[in-house]
């Protein structure tokens, strides 16, 4: 099963993706979020962003604290 997931690099969303698009696009309601999900670029949420910028202010450049 490993050898076959190693030669088809492409994820599980992406195929779904693939196979929706081939069949004329989003028909229904979950066939739509999948396409949604797929174009939509990730942004990290706001809680994210939070701890991103309090992990920048507590350690310097040389990965010590100041």
């Not at 969303?13 to 929706?20: H, Q, V």
């Not at 979950?30 to 962003?49: C, G, M, R, Y």
């Not at 910028?53 to 507590?58: A, G």
Request: aromatic content about 4%.
């Amino acid at each position: 099963m490993k050898k076959k997931q190693s030669k088809n690099k492409k994820g599980i969303l992406e195929t779904m993706y693939d196979a929706i698009m081939e069949k004329g696009g989003p028909v229904g309601p979950i066939s739509q979020s999948l396409v949604d999900l797929w174009e939509k670029p990730i942004e990290p949420s706001h809680e994210d962003k939070k701890i991103i910028i309090s992990y920048l202010k507590k350690g310097g450049s040389d990965g010590k604290n100041n």
